[in-house]
């Protein structure tokens, strides 16, 4: 099985760095989402009680989307551009420069995290960091949603920004159950042109 390395933060940082213009443009709205994606995130942030994180915001569109639905919503990124732009777009949000791998975030404090193809660019050997971190903040019966490539292989793939990893939904599901999660739903979704695309929504389980 292919496995490869977890891009680092810096090259993160870099390469969405480099190609900010381009990502705003392609993806800075909800309105250029799939319908289902949105009715997706839209209905799965209604579940959510308690104040819900963006993890990997991005341009903070789906940010916005989250509080547009009623909830009481952050964004984090690891990209200066990502979080100045998502501050002028949004002006009543908050955003913040940081990694989800270690948030500044009370132990759980949080309703939900949103990771919406925030974790593509993380192998199969580092997954469990971040998903740790998630399980650290979200509060028993919180919701977790995960966007991400799907493919009936792991591995990684040359995504336009930085290596890409994906994933058969039932191991990433495997990798949220070994975090402390509770799969609820799984979806997938081919065609369109776009590479396979898969979403996961858990709930976070009691410690112990
Ligand atoms: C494919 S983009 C998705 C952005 C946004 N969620 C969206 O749907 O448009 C991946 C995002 O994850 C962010 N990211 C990756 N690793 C991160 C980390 N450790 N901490 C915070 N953000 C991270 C990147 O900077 C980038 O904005």
Redesign the pocket.
């Known amino acids: 099985m292919e496995q490869g390395t977890t891009v680092s933060?810096e090259i993160?940082?870099e390469s969405?760095s480099t190609r900010f213009d381009e990502?705003v443009e392609l993806?800075?709205s909800t309105a250029s989402a799939h319908p289902s994606d949105r009715e997706l995130v839209g209905t799965w942030t209604d579940t959510l009680t308690g104040p819900v994180l963006?993890?990997?915001?991005?341009?903070g569109?789906?940010t916005s989307f989250m509080a547009g639905r009623g909830a009481v919503v952050n964004g984090?990124?690891?990209?200066p551009e990502?979080v100045e732009h998502a501050r002028r777009q949004y002006p009543g949000l908050t955003f913040d420069v940081?990694?989800?791998?270690a948030l500044r975030t009370a132990a759980a404090s949080l309703g939900g995290v949103?990771s919406?193809?925030?974790l593509?660019?993380?192998s199969p050997e580092d997954i469990q960091i971040?998903l740790a971190e998630f399980a650290r903040v979200i509060r028993p019966g919180g919701g977790l949603l995960v966007?991400f490539f799907e493919g009936s292989t792991r591995g990684p793939f040359d995504h336009a920004?930085a290596t890409g990893y994906r994933w058969p939904v039932a191991e990433l599901g495997a990798e949220l159950a070994d975090a402390g999660f509770e799969v609820i739903e799984t979806h997938t979704r081919t065609g369109g042109g776009y590479r396979p695309h898969g979403a996961i929504t858990a709930r976070r389980l009691r410690a112990g």
């Open positions: 933060e993160v940082r969405y990502y993806f800075g963006d993890a990997g915001c991005g341009p569109q789906w984090i990124d690891v990209v990502f940081g990694s989800f791998e949103l919406w193809y925030s593509i660019h993380h971040p966007g920004v």
